[in-house]
């Protein structure tokens, strides 16, 4: 997806996942690294996401937020919605350095 008005933030890139039939839910913040983990790994990416924080959407809804980083420099962020502990979308927003790095235009 194209990153639109967050080009001019650094954004490279978006992958927008719907999660439609994960049957783990995320109770604990090491089940929503596994969720993470095992998207990156099917995207190829074998990097540690680094987790920075969560946050409470209403009664339903979780967000949990990471960082992919390599040699001090953030690559991506990641954001995994949960609702009712149920993984439901990922969202990784790929930086313009990281697009250039894996040979990717920059618009």
Known sequence: MEPGPLSEK?????IDCRITDSSTPVKHLSDAYGVVELA???LGVSTKPVFTEN???GD???LYKFHVIEE???LASIRLVTRNERP???VITIDKLAMSMMGGRDK
């Open 72 to 74: 001090d420099v953030s």
């Open 10 to 14: 650094g954004v490279g890139g978006i």
């Open 60 to 62: 339903s809804y979780m």
């Open 40 to 42: 990156l790994r099917a």
């Open 88 to 90: 439901i979308r990922l």
């Open 55 to 57: 946050e409470n959407i």
